[in-house]
């Protein structure tokens, strides 16, 4: 399941890349790495938990 929005998410965001040009894929990427960094940090997702990425202390390895 976390499996197919990640995919779908990537998908999405690949049309979006194919479409924007100039200053506005520009502003596209930035807002993307921003919105991915900050949830990724945020503990109250607890992705860590969910084996997304590697937590501080988590001893699940699920990025290497």
């Given at each position: 399941?976390?499996?197919?929005?990640?995919?779908?998410?990537v998908?999405?965001?690949?049309?979006?890349?194919?479409?924007?040009?100039?200053?506005?894929?520009?502003?596209?990427?930035?807002?993307?790495?921003?919105?991915?960094?900050?949830?990724?940090?945020?503990?109250?997702?607890?992705?860590?938990?969910?084996?997304?990425?590697?937590?501080?202390?988590?001893?699940?390895?699920?990025?290497?």
């Amino acid at each position: 399941m976390v499996q197919d929005f990640i995919e779908e998410a990537v998908g999405l965001s690949k049309e979006i890349d194919t479409l924007l040009t100039g200053d506005a894929k520009e502003m596209w990427e930035r807002w993307k790495v921003g919105y991915i960094t900050y949830h990724l940090c945020d503990s109250r997702y607890k992705l860590a938990e969910m084996c997304l990425f590697e937590g501080k202390g988590h001893t699940n390895k699920a990025v290497e």
